[in-house]
Structure formats: C-alpha cells, structure tokens
Nanobody, 124 residues
Framework: QVQLVESGGGLVQAGASLRLSCTAS????????MGWFRQCPGKEREFVAA????????AYADSVKGRFTIARDKTKNTMYLQMNSLKPEDTAVYYC?????????????????WGQGTQVTVSS
C-alpha cells in the first residue's frame, strides 16, 4: 500500500511561486508513474502534470505549460510541482497521485493512489 502526502500549498499573490511536494510512504514508488491534479469547488478534477517512472517523460495541461514544472527525486520517494507565475485561476486543491506503471499517465481514473490534497490560493 502506498500513502501519499502533499505539502507546500498556501496563499500567494498573482505572479508568485510555490513548490508543492508529494512524499510517498509504505513502499518505494520508483517504478510508479505519478501525476498532479487539481479541483476547484463545483468543478471536476483536472489534470495538471504527469511524470514517468524514470522522470524522463513529462506532460502538462495547456493551462500550465511553461509555468509549472514536475520533477521527482527517487532517493527521497518524493515528487514536486514547481509553480511559477501563478494566476488566480490556478486556485484549487492540488492532489498528487501514483500508479504502478512505467509509462506516463494523464488520465485520473487510471491512478490507484491519491493524497489528501493541499490548498493553493492565488489572490489578484
């Protein structure tokens, strides 16, 4: 069983940066693909970014491309999301997820494990 815990959320002004972390416990996630998703109140969860098991392949939603960077550190069993040039429309609860497969995965319903989420609020 894999437990995921997100951290790093908070309240920032537009244009600021935040770095989210997702730390796994229970077992190594070195052979897992991982991703970040977000959800606003009253809206469906949406894909943000994903990374393959090796870290060599990444994918981003068009809305965050060029501003967000996903990365992972296998030695720390941790995944990151560096968010720059934040906009009010980035406000959401951000969730990390993991799936035991090598290839990158952008579809939320394919993920087996989810964190509890961390709130990101961007004021204008």
């Amino acid at each position: 069983q894999v437990q995921l815990v997100e951290s790093g959320g908070g309240l920032v002004q537009a244009g600021a940066s935040l770095r989210l972390s997702c730390t796994a416990s229970g077992r190594s996630i070195s052979s897992y693909a991982m991703g970040w998703f977000r959800q606003c109140p009253g809206k469906e969860r949406e894909f943000v970014a994903a990374i393959s098991w090796s870290g060599g392949t990444t994918a981003y939603a068009d809305s965050v491309k060029g501003r967000f960077t996903i990365a992972r550190d296998k030695t720390k069993n941790t995944m990151y999301l560096q968010m720059n040039s934040l906009k009010p429309e980035d406000t959401a609860v951000y969730y990390c997820a993991a799936v035991p497969q090598l290839n990158i995965e952008t579809r939320g319903h394919k993920y087996n494990y989810w964190g509890q989420g961390t709130q990101v609020t961007v004021s204008s």
